[in-house]
């Protein structure tokens, strides 16, 4: 319940309002963690915040986190140099079901931020991908330049056995890629709907017509898994303040099977 | 003092209202704080007690809706009222609490976190409701789950000595007959107390429920419980539960409410809910908290401070550039949907206890058993008026 001190080795600016922080423990540490769980970081003094586990699930000495200003403690977060020290509680929360979709063709689906607690999972289903069938990676972003980890989603979209889409909502020139809003992509992305299991991340309104164009091509909600966010303070169901429906986000969630929430999930103000 | 009688293991007792001084003495001999009702501020309150002198014998309180007074009994009861704005839930679950503070080493930018020590005070509770004892059931099951449990909860709960009163008068806002939570207490207490005055006569009939009780019953001067004594005690217990000043139905409740989560009725409550937080503030079973994070003046050491929340407040669903339940209605739902449906999903139990502190606290009068009443009336009406498909 108390944070370890992390130090930050490594600050990578993603974009305008983003960026990556790589943290090593102060003391040799392990930190397994599964994709899509999340920590509390505390910036001395000023907060603590619940933020994504963004790493590769195989590096457990080393923590990756993306974070985008909006606060003050993200905004602290942001603007932590290296050899800063960070407080981190954690991890927290379920993972993407990642061994489950073993066998399966993979649609994962992120809109802007969201990409960030999808990246572990991609990492591990590239680290063991003869297990899965297609795999793609449909990605939204609002503008050219809020496109997260870009070298690295070049760098995907080189691969033969992953099918990597990007689109913005609105360019600029110089971008030739896809425009339009994620769910356009959908249609357009090759898999098996009857086989496949889907991972989506991003705004509510997003996620929700998601789950509808993925439905619409077959995908059973049942199949579809979406990672929520709520105001968090213990991170372990004490606090009150993650709770959604029946849920607490904190340790049923974030990653939540689609069909287990719908109910709540059509509510406003929940 | 009588310590040769014989303490039978499902027999009862009888304390005489003389006698009674000297349970405050085995508890303090066994290094417990007695905690118990006294009259403050023109209520009465949970806080510590030095004496029997203390209890508020005497008083009684009247309560309805948005309404509370303190009114003289004709008798010296000591425990002849019913519940007040305060719960135990302040003593094991403290208001404002520091979790731990952090000092940074010099130029240093690291810094090194100091938990707070865990609290080593044994509190006794002098007086605890049959539904109070509910509420501290609830509390557990939030506080102590499989996997996280909260240490400063568990420390205090561990230790706490609980002396349950039944009542024998119900208020005007009770409703522990429909939430099955009294009012005689069943079982989880040390000592249970009933009070009964008899003419000139005034004693109390005592139930051990558990080693820890039959200890400090050795201390305090007693003895076997005539069966008319103990049918007396059971009177009165059974005359409360037929002066219960409030009914909730609770069949089939969790699916009524979550089918009936666009009622209209939620607008319309939503015009007389202030927002103000007291339902969540007196109720034994909330367990909402925020922390604040907050450092010197010269930024070298920090503390985080732990305090009771509400999901009544704006910022309490604060999620980067706003707050996701904006409307007062739509959090006057999360905390009756809470309290008497997702409850049962989360914790497996109801979060109410049918205290009716929630109705009796609120400056405008919502009645939670009311609420529901509307609700269940027109079962499956929507915003539009018409009933949903």
């Known amino acids: 319940m108390v944070p370890r001190p992390w130090r930050v080795v490594r600050v990578r600016r993603e974009t305008h309002d983003t960026k990556t922080l790589e943290l090593e423990p102060t003391e040799p540490l392990s930190f397994p963690f599964q994709p899509g769980q999340f920590n509390m970081l505390y910036v001395f003094g000023i907060g603590e915040v619940p933020i994504s586990i963004s790493g590769d699930p195989q590096e457990p000495h080393r923590l990756v986190h993306t974070v985008r200003a909006v606060g003050a403690v993200t905004r602290a977060l942001c603007s932590l140099k290296r050899g800063d020290v960070v407080g981190v509680r954690g991890p927290f929360g379920s993972a993407w079901p990642v061994e489950e979709a073993e066998g399966h063709d993979v649609v994962i689906v992120a809109g802007g931020i969201g990409l960030a607690p999808l990246r572990p999972a991609l990492h591990h289903v590239l680290a063991n991908r003869g297990k899965y069938g297609n795999v793609v990676l449909l990605y939204g972003a609002r503008t050219p330049r809020d496109l997260l980890y870009r070298k690295e989603l070049e760098r995907w979209r080189g691969r033969f056995d992953l099918q990597v889409e990007v689109t913005v909502d609105s360019a600029g020139e110089g971008w030739y890629g896809h425009v339009g809003v994620v769910t356009t992509l959908i249609p357009r992305a090759d898999f098996d709907p009857a086989e496949t299991v889907a991972w989506v991340c991003g705004p509510e309104i997003m996620m929700r017509f998601t789950v509808q164009a993925l439905r619409e091509r077959g995908v059973s909600p049942e199949d579809v898994y979406i990672s929520m966010e709520r105001n968090m303070k213990c991170a372990v169901g004490f606090c009150g303040h993650c709770q959604f429906g029946p849920e607490f986000v904190c340790k049923d969630g974030p990653v939540f099977r689609f069909a287990e929430i719908e109910r709540f999930f059509r509510v406003r103000e929940v | 003092m009588r310590l040769d009688l014989d303490l039978r293991a499902t027999g009862q007792h009888v304390i005489d209202r003389g006698d009674f001084h000297v349970l405050f003495k085995a508890l303090r001999r066994r290094g417990y704080q007695v905690v118990g009702p006294r009259v403050r501020d023109g209520a009465i309150v949970y806080d510590a007690l030095d004496s029997v002198d203390d209890l508020p014998q005497g008083w009684t309180d009247e ?60 509190y006794a509770f002098l007086g605890v409701r049959s539904c109070e004892l509910h509420a501290l059931f609830v509390q557990d099951r939030v506080f102590l789950g499989e996997k996280h449990a909260d240490p400063v909860y568990k420390a205090l709960r561990e230790r706490a000595f609980l002396v349950a009163v039944n009542c024998t008068q119900a208020g005007g806002t009770c409703f522990c007959v429909s939430m099955r939570t009294g009012p005689k207490a069943q079982g989880g207490f040390d000592l249970a107390l009933t009070e009964v005055l008899d003419g000139e006569r005034h004693y109390f009939v005592v139930e051990v429920g558990s080693e820890r009780g039959r200890e400090v019953l050795q201390d305090v001067p007693h003895r076997e419980a005539s069966p008319q004594e103990v049918a007396q005690a059971e009177e009165r217990v059974k005359q409360a539960e037929g002066q219960m000043g409030r009914t909730l139905d609770t069949r089939g409740i969790k699916e009524l409410l979550y089918r009936n989560l666009e009622h209209p009725r939620w607008d319309e409550v939503a015009q007389r809910c202030l927002s103000c937080a007291n339902c969540t503030m007196v109720c034994p079973t909330c367990f909402c908290s925020t922390v604040e994070d907050v450092t010197d003046l010269k930024g070298e050491t920090a503390e985080r401070v732990r305090r009771w929340d509400s999901c009544f407040s704006l910022e309490f669903s604060y999620l980067h550039g706003g707050s996701l339940r904006r409307s007062v209605k739509s959090r006057y739902r999360q905390w009756m949907t809470h309290k008497l449906a997702t409850w049962i999903d989360q914790f497996g139990t109801s979060g109410c206890v049918g205290c009716g ?26 915003r539009g008026g018409g009933e949903e498909a």
């Open chain 2, 357 to 382: 502190r929630c109705i009796t606290w609120c400056p405008v009068g919502i009645d939670i058993t009311e609420e529901l009443r509307a609700i269940r009336e027109s079962d499956g009406l929507t």
């Open chain 2, 63 to 122: 309560q309805d809706a948005g309404h509370y007074r303190l009114k003289r009994r004709e008798d010296p009861a000591l425990f002849g009222y019913v519940v007040g704005p305060h719960s135990w839930k302040k003593f094991l679950f403290p208001p404002h609490l520091r979790l731990w503070r952090a000092r940074r080493n010099g130029d240093d930018p690291g810094f090194e976190v100091q938990p707070e020590p865990l609290p080593d005070t044994k």
